[in-house]
């Protein structure tokens, strides 16, 4: 089992920045892709950003440029960094982990971008 637990959400300006974190813990080996997702109010969860075990990354078009994903493998945490925020991104972020085919979520947190 792998427990994730994101952090680093909130209310921001336009134009504005934050970073998310997401702590791995429990059974953290063979995780071979850790990643970013999001959901707005009525809209279907999708994909935001990827990293893969090598460090390959890949994100959504609407976010390149202006988000970043990262990980700390020491702390067992990824990032994301987002950069020049608008009110399209605002949803709740999930944290998502593939280990050996079988898929693990956090709780999820909100980020609203309004002025």
């Known amino acids: 089992q792998v427990q994730l637990v994101e952090s680093g959400g909130g209310l921001v300006q336009p134009g504005g920045s934050l970073r998310l974190s997401c702590a791995a813990s429990?059974?953290?080996?063979?995780?071979?892709?850790m990643a970013w997702y999001r959901q707005a109010p009525g809209k279907q969860r999708e994909l935001v950003a990827r990293?893969?075990?090598?460090?390959?990354?890949n994100y959504k078009d609407s976010v390149k440029g202006r988000f970043t994903i990262s990980r700390d493998n020491a702390k067992n945490t990824v990032y994301l960094q987002m950069n020049s925020l608008n009110v399209e991104d605002t949803a709740v972020y999930y944290c998502?982990?593939?280990?050996?085919?079988?898929?693990?979520w956090g709780q999820g947190t909100q980020v609203t971008v309004s002025s």
């Open positions: 998502y982990a593939r280990q050996v085919g079988v898929t693990y």
């Open positions: 429990g059974s953290i080996f063979s995780i071979d892709a």
């Open positions: 990293i893969i075990s090598r460090g390959s990354t």
